[in-house]
């Protein structure tokens, strides 16, 4: 990459206040700029970069390869005043033409945000003086794109002539002004292919070839901060659940839950077993925590729980001492008479009871019959005695 000195001339006039670019022109020009100039210090460690303002007209920072001056003397740009691109322009001439290493190609990078006020002739015979001085203009053209582009258009062409070494970007609202500056001619390496973005795919933004002193240094900060948060976060953890335990010694198992998981202990919470009246009183907090409780404590009764099976499971209740069978109706004790009498019904049925009893395993339907006519007799005795 060959030498530049370059002069960035910045757009100060009023027209910066305006915010169809977020936030305001100005500060979408500033972010530009930097990019601009860090890129231009990039491409050749003796390149150098100037600034001036364009409506006073004044060189803020003579040509330099200090970045922190240019980003210094970017910040205390206060918007005033009209642009005059002529003065403007010879002024970045004549800074350039005083530069130390004449070994360094001339450039001129010139961000225009408001109307040029200025005739299309002096443009022209502008552009053929540069020209003549081997001066190459890049000029940003945003903000007024519509009042400007005719006249930049023709003060460029005049410059270019066959060459086309400089290049006119003009952009409206809407697109970040730096992002397409990185993407523009502007910005671009001796074949013409756009530069990246400076750190791009490199972690923290630095490439470790350039300086990897710096980016082990920076490594070695986010893994000593990364372990001080963690340590931090233990801490308090640990803190919160000794004072709890302090406060409220005895109940041990709630603590442990609520430090296993990670959740705030409140001892006022009821117990799983007891039973809460109105949860909807509760807070959010206490609901997690109660339900958490819950769900630990009936994991623990189903692990204590024997599985029942079907070998294990009994399909009918044991007969008792003498041969007779125990009956219960699903639903719970009837004291309805039409119960009473759909059962007599249905003891009286004797096909229906030798159905039901020949499906059961280890049971004889007759003297299960007999059985049941005897409980059914000595049952109507006794309403007889009553």
Known sequence: MGLEATIVCVDNSEWMRNGDFIPSRMHAQQDAINVVCRMKMK???ENAVGLMTLADTQVHVTLTNDFSKIFKALQQLEPKGKVNFITGLRIAHLALKHRQNKNQKMRIVAFIGSPVEVEEREMVKLAKRLKKEKVTVDIVNFGEAEANTDKLTTFIDTLNGRDKTNH??????????????????????????????????????????????????????????????????????????????????????????????????NPDLPAVTEVTADISAMTEEEQLALALQMSMQAGSGMMDQPMETESTAPLVEPLSTDGATQTQEEGGVGGEEEEDANMEELMQNREFLESVLSTLPGVNPEEALQNLQQMAQAQQDQQGEG
């Open 168 to 265: 006119l970007v003009t952009t409206n609202p809407g697109p970040i002004l730096s992002d397409v500056l990185l993407s523009s001619p502007i910005l671009a390496d001796e074949d013409g292919a756009p530069l990246a973005p400076m750190g791009q795919g490199y972690e923290f933004g630095i490439d470790p070839t350039e300086d990897p002193e710096l980016a082990m240094a920076l490594r070695v900060s986010m893994e000593e901060q990364r372990q001080r948060q963690e340590e931090e976060a233990r801490r308090v953890q640990h803190e919160s659940l000794t004072q709890v335990q302090q406060e409220h010694g005895g109940d041990e198992g709630g603590l442990a839950q609520a430090g296993m998981a990670d959740l705030p202990y």
């Open 43 to 45: 491409m050749n460690v």
